[in-house]
């Protein structure tokens, strides 16, 4: 089960980062394809505008892109442990 969540994080995280380079411009193009140069991209893009020091945008990118995927693999973790169904 621990390795379903790890799997469903990953894939997600990295869901998140590729789907968030989509949508920044050029608009539907991969500008960058390294998921590091993608979260350093946005990094900046708060440093600049909240007026914070770039290793803590940083930190803060990778703790709001990390987020969503940790707290729904917690759900799916609870569920799974709930039903009882899922078994090696």
Do not use: C
């Amino acid at each position: 089960m621990g390795l379903l969540r790890l799997i469903v994080f990953i894939g997600m995280f990295f869901g998140i980062t590729y789907g968030i380079e989509l949508v920044l411009p050029p608009v539907g193009k991969l500008f960058y394809t390294n998921p590091l140069d993608i979260i350093g991209s946005v990094a900046q893009g708060i440093s600049y505008g909240v007026n914070i020091a770039p290793k803590y945008a940083f930190g803060l990118t990778v703790f709001l892109i990390g987020l969503p995927p940790l707290i729904i693999s917690i759900q799916i973790g609870k569920k799974l442990k709930k039903s009882g169904k899922y078994r090696f």
